[in-house]
């Protein structure tokens, strides 16, 4: 069983910068796929950007590639999300997930069987 704790999110002017940080407690096998996900009122969840545990390998949707970044450290058991040049579109709740195995791969919201209450990001002028 793992439990994830989102935190960090906030309002914020189009252009700025959020860094999102989630906790982790449980065992964290070196299998396990770290995700954000996010979603914003009567759409879909969508994913964001995912990391693998054991090889740091990471993937992002295209339309944050270049300004977010997701780190894990094997220490805490964090995973963390920075958000640069913030966009009004990237408003929503974003939630940290966990995929055991990943069978669908890395950006199907169907491969994470553990997910994070979710914190919310607002970007607005």
């Known amino acids: 069983q793992v439990q994830l704790v989102e935190s960090g999110g906030g309002l914020v002017q189009p252009g700025a910068s959020l860094r999102l940080s989630c906790a982790t407690s449980g065992t964290i096998y070196s299998l396990y796929t770290m995700g954000w996900f996010r979603q914003e009122p009567g759409k879909e969840r969508e994913f964001v950007a995912s990391?693998?545990?054991?090889?740091?390998?990471?993937t992002y949707t295209d339309s944050v590639k270049g300004r977010f970044t997701i780190t894990r450290d094997a220490a805490t058991n964090t995973v963390d999300l920075q958000m640069n040049s913030l966009k009004p579109e990237d408003t929503g709740v974003y939630f940290c997930?966990?995929?055991?195995?990943?069978?669908?791969?890395?950006?199907?919201?169907?491969?994470?069987?553990?997910w994070g209450q979710g914190t919310q990001v607002t970007v607005s002028s």
């Open positions: 990391v693998t545990w054991r090889n740091n390998k990471k």
């Open positions: 997930a966990v995929a055991p195995t990943a069978p669908w791969g890395p950006a199907d919201r169907r491969s994470y069987d553990y």
